[in-house]
């Protein structure tokens, strides 16, 4: 089994992550089986950016993305080169070091 390494985030995983994928799972559903809430405002159905993360190694090893996340991404703060939505991104067969941004954009609970 591929294992997903969680780098260090001061809100979500102070001390790092590392957990079991399961090839064919979203990198969301493998963070929050194992107690890692990634914010997912829109349930995970590819329409918002909440659920942003940045795949730091394995990213080459990650089905593309479609032209919908890539449209949702456009929108994500703090988008990289390695930007995927965790809601849509599947565990392959190579381990994945990911990164939870420092900061998500919730249009629902945002301010105007």
């Known amino acids: 089994m591929p294992q997903i390494i969680f780098l260090p985030n001061a ?29 997912h405002a829109c349930e995970m159905s590819c329409a ?8 730091r190694e394995g990213f080459a090893t990650l ?15 703090g988008l990289e080169a390695e930007s995927r939505l965790s809601c849509q ?3 392959g067969t190579a381990d994945l070091v990911v990164e939870i941004p420092r900061y998500t954009l919730n249009q629902v609970s945002e301010k105007h």
């Open 63 to 77: 089905e593309p993305s479609d032209e919908l996340e890539d449209d949702m991404l456009d929108k994500a703060w």
């Open 48 to 55: 918002c950016t909440t659920c942003h993360v940045i795949v």
């Open 89 to 91: 991104a599947l565990v």
């Open 11 to 39: 809100e979500h995983c102070p001390d790092g992550l590392v957990v079991e994928g399961v090839p064919g799972e979203t990198i969301i559903a493998a963070a929050m089986r194992n107690g890692l809430e990634i914010e």
